[in-house]
């Protein structure tokens, strides 16, 4: 029996005529590639949407889409993501919608010193109206001090005492055609956050710990420094019906449990109090 005889089971009819928004490949690791000032170690996902006319997509053609097309990416950088969702749609042409994500971690160095954070992009296209729409991800860290135990302790004992945490940044920043690069995203709150350092001499050690205990904060705080932040830092790509969520969860040295705390909205639902009251 030839190739050309052999059944095509993904295109016989489903039991049930439902369209499935997303079927498609996770966990693809491809090689790293120079992103930025840095190194970008890549797992990608990519989906298709499947008509409710068809039994399965043909998920090899969505590997070939990676692998044969992969280069773009130490090109484009993460906006390579968009040349691949168009092949995407190019090699499946039954489908409406096409999406690549790509998760990994960025190894970079800051004032000579190794660095790494976590990075994520995505960008769905659609092939009717042949719109983008993009978000990045970014994780990191930081140090706080408690501003309550601090205030507490100089009451009573006229010496401020208080306890540091590390604390976990998740930043995601959801666009239409306008791509914000999640390096630009994590270069941004390096220079804002009190980001863990692995190399320290005593007195840089002493200066970073100063600089933590002379600004206590709570996790709420910091969520709201970093929103603030970002609205002001990408203010010229930002428009007011993108979407940012900017989690901050403290790992607590002094309790059992966790805080976190959690910001979300349309730029345009904090814009007005922000600039009424000087902010931004």
């Known amino acids: 029996m030839s190739s050309e ?8 009819k489903p039991a049930f005529p439902i369209l499935v928004s997303r079927v498609g ?7 790293p590639f120079k992103a930025g000032n840095g190194i970008f170690t890549p797992v990608f996902n990519i989906y298709v949407e499947l008509p409710k006319h068809l039994k399965g ?5 969505l590997y070939r889409v990676l692998t044969s097309n992969y280069e773009i990416m130490e090109e484009k950088g993460f906006e ?3 040349f691949l ?11 409406g919608k096409s999406y690549v994500e790509v998760y990994g971690d960025y190894l970079t160095r800051i004032n000579d010193i190794p660095f790494h954070l976590r990075l994520g992009s995505g960008v769905s296209l659609d092939r009717a109206t042949n719109k983008l729409e993009w978000f990045s991800e970014v994780e990191t860290e930081t140090v706080t001090s408690c501003p309550c135990a601090m205030k507490v302790s100089l009451h009573l004992f006229n010496t401020p005492f208080t ?5 976990k940044v998740k930043v995601r920043v959801e666009t239409d055609d306008k791509h914000i690069s999640p390096i630009k995203i994590g270069e941004l709150l390096t220079r ?8 320290l001499s005593r007195k840089e050690e002493a200066v970073f710990v100063q600089k933590i205990f002379v600004n206590p904060e709570f996790t709420e705080d910091v969520a709201r420094r970093i929103f603030v932040t970002l609205i002001k830092g990408f203010k010229d790509t930002l428009d007011s019906n993108h979407y940012i969520s900017v989690k901050v969860e403290s790992l607590e040295t002094i309790h059992q449990y966790h805080v976190e705390s959690l910001i979300t909205g349309y730029v345009k639902e904090f814009l007005n109090e922000l600039e009424k009251g000087g902010f931004i």
Do not use: C, I, W
Not at 25 to 31: E, S
Not at 57 to 61: D, G, I, K, N, P
């Open 25 to 31: 490949l996770t966990g693809v690791k491809l090689p």
């Open 80 to 82: 390579g993501l968009a």
């Open 163 to 167: 306890h540091m945490q590390k604390a």
């Open 85 to 95: 969702a168009f092949k995407a749609l190019e090699a499946n042409a039954y489908a």
């Open 192 to 199: 804002v956050l009190n980001t863990p350092v692995n190399l």
């Open 57 to 61: 997509a043909h998920l090899s053609r």
């Open 5 to 12: 005889e052999l059944p095509d089971v993904h295109s016989e």
